[in-house]
T-cell receptor, first 110, second 113 residues
């Protein structure tokens, strides 16, 4: 089993739709979690951290479920500019242990 | 804003050459990382450094070495470049701490002919 698993997609959604991605992780002792956004041929950029209580940033909501070992990202009112690959990142107890998911590709269509 | 700068966006080298990729960060971060990213494989960790002159192997260190003589600079060296090292190389840095996110440079697209 992979340490961090994501559905690679692509998810093709119309503008204005709500879309959700999940990411599962295998190490129950994982410490912190992040979502990154990566545009084609560009570097990953931090989208948001994921907190135990859940957190929201505008149209984006991140949730953590430690019991089931997954994190989620919800995007409301999708824009064309949201088209990108979304990477799930998990930090372990050992500070250098950072594990990336393979990414989920989102395509928002007019 | 954190600034992580990689020396080249695009680089073309020949098989057998020694290749240097440089990365500089301006936030006094302790930890620095080198990854390569290939289609279908995601980001794979080559080496990381948790402080000056410290280095640890990642998941795919074969064929690579690193140098961290100053806190702000982390260099990746391809000792004898091979075609299977053609890839996108990404440098990242962060503060020490499991709750700290990484910040990435623009990446270097390296082609080995």
């Amino acid at each position: 089993r992979k340490e961090v698993e994501q559905d690679p997609g692509p998810f093709n959604v119309p503008e204005g739709a709500t879309v959700a991605f999940n990411c599962t992780y295998s190490n129950s002792a994982s410490q912190s979690f992040f979502w990154y956004r990566q545009d084609c041929r560009k570097e990953p950029k931090l989208l948001m951290s994921v907190y135990s209580s859940g957190n929201e940033d505008g149209r984006f909501t991140a949730q953590l479920n430690r019991a089931s070992q997954y994190i989620s990202l919800l995007i409301r009112d999708s824009k064309l500019s949201d088209s990108a690959t979304y990477l799930c990142v998990v930090n372990g107890i050992v500070y250098q242990k950072v594990t990336f998911g393979i990414g989920t590709k989102l395509q928002v269509i007019p | 804003d954190v600034k992580v700068t990689q020396s080249s966006r695009y680089l073309v080298k020949r098989t057998g050459e020694k290749v240097f990729l440089e990365c500089v960060q301006d936030m006094d971060h302790e930890n620095m990382f080198w990854y390569r990213q290939d289609p279908g494989l995601g980001l794979r960790l080559i080496y990381f450094s948790y402080d000056v002159k410290m280095k640890e192997k990642g998941d795919i260190p074969e064929g690579y070495s690193v140098s961290r003589e100053k806190k702000e600079r982390f260099s990746l060296i391809l000792e004898s470049a091979s075609t299977n090292q053609t890839s996108m190389y990404l440098c990242a840095s962060r503060w020490t701490g499991a709750n700290q996110p990484q910040h990435f440079g623009d990446g270097t697209r390296l082609s080995i002919l």
